[in-house]
């Protein structure tokens, strides 16, 4: 198994421009989720979803969309970048129940907006 | 979710016993403990969780006191492979998401 894969690896964008992130995983999981994290800080969580076609907003939703259209993988829009949305992007993904919380994490993305 | 509190950094000598503090003072009664952690530039990794009682795997070893305002994770033989920054969660066995703060980042010196 791949587990979590993340593409692209690295990418820069002029102010905006926009581009997708793409996230898969080959572990049959039904929740995924978007985190991005700056320099020193933990990581905060952009938008997740808990199945197929379903989609949530996290904490710093503003400025993303997300699609969900078959359950391996997990899609980050930004329709325009900003500078602030300079980050280290990661996804995750875990199995079903409240009881499971062990996430898989992909590499990262890292984006630098100029 | 309650909030954690852990020490900004701490220094481990290799092969001794890590051991890492966490509060979690304002913690309920179905909130779960989870530590993860993150070597540099790598994606979070999953080590322990548990509810009330203390848990032990290949891993790491969880200790949370009776009261579960604290715990402790415990990295029995530290290596320089286990330098990394590691977090401390809190999160409501119904809820969906971790909330990550900026964790302890742990050095492992030879």
């Known amino acids: 198994n791949a587990g979590v894969t993340q593409t692209p690896k690295f990418r820069v964008l002029k102010t905006g421009q926009s581009m997708t992130l793409l996230c898969a995983q080959d572990?049959?999981?039904?929740?995924m989720y978007w985190y991005r994290q700056d320099p020193g800080m933990g990581l905060r969580l952009i938008h997740y979803?808990?199945?197929?076609?379903?989609?949530a907003k996290g904490e710093v939703p503003d400025g993303y969309n997300v699609s969900r259209l078959k359950k391996q993988n997990f899609l980050l829009g930004l329709e325009s970048a900003a500078p602030s949305q300079t980050s280290v992007y990661f996804c995750?993904?875990?199995?079903?129940?409240?009881?499971?919380?062990?996430?898989?994490f992909g590499p990262g993305t890292r984006l630098l907006v100029l | 979710d309650a909030k954690t509190t852990q020490p900004t950094s701490m220094d481990c000598a290799e092969g001794r016993a890590a051991n890492l503090p966490c509060n979690h003072s304002?913690?309920?009664?179905?909130?779960?403990v989870y530590w993860y952690r993150q070597i540099h530039s790598q994606g979070p990794q999953y080590i322990i969780h548990?509810?009330?009682n203390n848990e032990t795997n290949e891993m790491a070893s969880l200790i949370i006191t009776e009261d579960r305002k604290s715990s402790t994770l415990i990295l029995p033989h530290a290596t320089l492979r286990d330098t990394a920054v590691y977090y401390c969660?809190?999160?409501?066995?119904?809820?969906?998401?971790?909330?990550f703060g900026a964790g302890t980042t742990v050095t492992v010196r030879a």
């Open positions: 304002t913690i309920s009664g179905n909130e779960y």
């Open positions: 969660i809190v999160r409501v066995d119904s809820d969906y998401k971790l909330s």
């Open positions: 548990g509810l009330k």
């Open positions: 995750a993904s875990r199995t079903g129940g409240w009881y499971q919380e062990t996430q898989y």
């Open positions: 572990m049959n999981h039904e929740y």
């Open positions: 979803s808990v199945g197929e076609g379903t989609t």
